[in-house]
């Protein structure tokens, strides 16, 4: 039996909507600035995972990139940085790794690989971006116990590394859940029926 070819159905209203509602959610990334125990609570890795998983074409990295820029003129004057910080590099290296993963798993419908996508995204930021600050803050030993104490508790002074780990998993496993969950049910529902109809068709009945 001939195998039926069904196209993609995804049409550009959908996608500017989904691109729209990511770029506003990314100016919540304002709120942990009045509440300290929720530094690092922020959509912005799961804005960077959805994007490259569900988006496409030049709006995929575009969406992302204009979220997160646009709140980090008004992030980076509150925390006394500028955007050019040597930091900056690893947190953009993190941001490319994860918009990579997304690409490369996709959208899917199950809650539990989302919840786990996040996790992994929450996870690779800190150690890339805590490998970082070993490296060049004068702060830590450049040893195994010094890049231990980067990851887990930091640079002295400041909030404990763990609670960034924490606060960062958490809101990542939240954010990517619900935006994975609200582009299959609102907005590409017809993209996971077009699928199964593709898988289905080139079986012979």
Known sequence: MATIKVTNPVSLKPLLSFACLLVLLGLSRHIPLEYPQLFNFTPALAIFLISGAYLKGHLAWVTPMLSVILTDFAL????????????????????????????????????????????????????ITCLFAWWVNPAYTKSLLGLYHATIFGEPGYAPAYLFLRNSMLSTILFTTILAYAANRYFFPQVQ?????????????
Request: net charge positive; aromatic share 12%.
């Open 76 to 127: 980076s004057h509150n925390y006394g940085l500028s955007l050019f910080e040597p930091f900056m590099l690893s947190t953009l290296l993190s941001y490319s790794l994860i918009f990579c993963f997304g690409k490369y798993t996709g959208g899917n419908r199950n809650p539990l690989s989302s919840a786990l996508h996040g996790a992994m995204a929450g996870l690779v930021f800190h150690l």
């Open 193 to 205: 029926h077009s699928r199964s109809l593709t898988q289905g068709a080139g079986n012979p009945g």
